[in-house]
């Protein structure tokens, strides 16, 4: 009996995807999954500065910078909708989520149980996010940024000059 192919998503809206984003999904596709399916969400009660169509190209030319192994593993897909309804669509049977801090957790830990109640076949697993990228967030960093600050060390120069693209 051959082995199934674990797929696993990790869904968010990625509003620009931050060097804390690509490293939960370097990690998870190199170390948790077969195949992982970074899922970029409409999300529009969070007002996001780029189009869902923007975000999902941002998330493919950053993760087109992985190594080929690794890249194989990842595909990027917008999705609309109940991420329960996402994952089952997909055959996902792991919710990958990044954990920051603390305030993060209390967010993650209704999110979980409700999609536990909507469906126990798919677990939601939690990777910490580096020591380097804890206070990483896409908000922090458009902020920053349209004060003018230096935000290199939080997202790569693509990520970077397509925020002066568009907040000017």
Known sequence: MGQTERVGIYPGTFDPITNGHFDIIRRA????????IVSVA?????????????????????VETL??????????MPFEGLLM???????????????????DFEYEFQMTGMNARLNRDVETVFLMASE?????????????RQL???????????????????IG
Do not use: W, Y
Not at 67 to 76: I, K, L, Q
Not at 150 to 158: A, L, M, N, T, Y
């Open 42 to 62: 409409i999300n529009a009660g969070k007002g996001p500065l780029f189009t869902l169509e923007e975000r999902t190209q941002l998330v493919r030319a950053e």
């Open 132 to 144: 380097r990228h804890q206070f990483i967030s896409s908000r922090f960093v458009k902020e920053i």
């Open 148 to 166: 003018n600050g230096d935000i290199s060390e939080f997202v790569s120069p693509r990520v970077m000059a397509k925020l002066d693209e568009k």
């Open 67 to 76: 190594p080929d192994v690794v890249r194989s593993r990842v595909e990027v």
């Open 85 to 103: 309804h996402h994952a089952v669509s997909v055959g996902a049977e792991l919710i990958i989520r990044g954990l920051r801090a603390v305030s």
């Open 29 to 36: 596709a190199t170390h948790m999954v077969d195949r992982l």
